[in-house]
Every structure is written in C-alpha cells, then in structure tokens.
C-alpha cells in the first residue's frame, strides 16, 4: 500500500528496483534490475559496491526460483562492454547457471547445500573472488527452506544456521548486511558449548569488530559489547 502514495518515477533506476524488492513487487522489480544491468549504465563503483548483480542474483534464484530468467540476462551481459573483472564473474556465473539446469535444482537440503558450498569455495581463487555466487545463492536458498521443515533435531538446525552465516557473510548487501550475525547467534544459542558454537561466536565477533573498524580505530557500542558478552557466555561457559 505504501508504493500507491510514491511516485517511483522520482527514483534513480536502482533505488526504483530495490524499493520495488523491498514492497515484494517482485516480478517488477526483476525487470527494473535487467533493464539496469543491460543498459550498462552503470560504473565500476556501482557495479561492485552497490551490488546489483548479486541482488538481481537472490531476487531470481532465492526468491523467484527462476534460474533460467538469470541465465537469459547474464548471457546477454556478456555481449556489453563492461570492465574484464565484470565480464569474468558474468561469465562464471553463467556457466554455474547452465549447471544448474542440468541437475534439475533438487535437493533442497543440509547435505546438497554443504555440497553447493563447497563448490562456490573451490571456484574461487582468491578472497575477493566471487565467482562462486550463484552456488552460494542457491546454499542459502536450499539452508533456508530446510529450516522450515518441522521435527528438526537442535544440532542439525544449528549446523544449518552456522552454514547460512557463512553464505550471507559472502553475499551480504545493503539490504542484509546484519543477516549473518542472526545466523550465527541462532546457532550459538541451539548448540551452546559446543565447536560449533565457539566457531560461530568467532565469526560473530570478527564480523562486529570488522564492522565498527575505520581509520580512526574501533568503536564498539555498548550495546554490541552486551551482545557479544551474552553470547561469548553462552557459547564457552
């Protein structure tokens, strides 16, 4: 109701196309992001640090489940002129997608997205490659839906959140930049004082530190500093 009273025609092309996400006109919202992505409008900095390739990625993968549609606009990206370190993630992802149809997207579970997991990790050569997006999309996607199933042992589900920490660590937006943080709380909380809720405190806490680190030092709020004490409680005492 709140997009009836906006005038979307005010909006930059990429605001238009989150906003559109965010009051889940998704439908609307996908075509806004191809027509940005193919207009090839956009520069470097957008590109890489406003991230509308990895957002257009989870709108079709993990939200439409339409992994052809992806297909489509990533192939004919390639034919633009962008930068080569674009056109190399493009080109990566679009030979993952066309992997994707073949092995029919099945399996939405704990074991088949470990399996995805550990594929993203292996065709990333450096840290701040991301290369191996698409199957960490379709990880959380497949993570998130077998955490709806009912019956779950406490030890799977808090395995399953430490995973999909691990994913929204990699595929972190604007828009989600918090959601690893809540994954790994979960699991720290439905496995307290165990190795996986040590680990998942460890990776809590470097990404709070990294998040309120800058130039002029590391300025935690005391409210973090709770946070992180709660859970450091619960996870080693």
Avoid at 86 to 104: P, S
Wanted: charged share 30%.
């Amino acid at each position: 109701n709140l997009s009836k009273d906006i005038d979307l025609g005010d909006f930059d092309p990429l605001a238009r196309a989150r906003f559109l996400s965010l009051s889940r006109q998704f439908e609307a919202s996908a075509t806004e992001y191809e027509k940005i992505l193919l207009s090839n409008k956009l520069n470097f900095d957008q590109l890489i640090n406003f991230d509308p390739m990895v957002e257009y990625l989870i709108l079709t993968l993990r939200v439409k489940n339409d992994s052809e549609r992806a297909l489509k606009t990533f192939t004919a990206m390639q034919r633009k002129p962008y930068p080569e370190v674009i056109k190399l993630e493009v080109i990566a992802w679009t030979d993952a997608l066309k992997l994707i149809g073949k092995d029919g997207n099945a399996g939405n579970d704990l074991q088949h997205a470990r399996r995805l997991i550990v594929e993203a990790k292996a065709s990333m050569e450096f840290p701040r490659d991301r290369s191996g997006m698409v199957q960490y999309v379709l990880a959380s996607k497949f993570l998130q839906e077998y955490l709806k199933q009912d019956g779950l042992p406490e030890d799977l589900k808090a395995s399953a959140y430490y995973e999909l920490g691990g994913c929204e660590l990699i595929l972190a937006t604007s828009f989600s930049a918090d959601e690893a943080n809540v994954y790994f709380g979960e699991a720290i909380h439905l496995a307290p004082k165990s190795a996986l809720a040590r680990k998942a405190y460890a990776r809590y806490e470097e990404n709070i530190f990294y998040g309120y680190s800058g130039s002029s030092g590391m300025h935690l709020p005391d409210d973090e500093k709770k946070k992180l004490d709660d859970l450091k409680k619960i996870a080693f005492d």
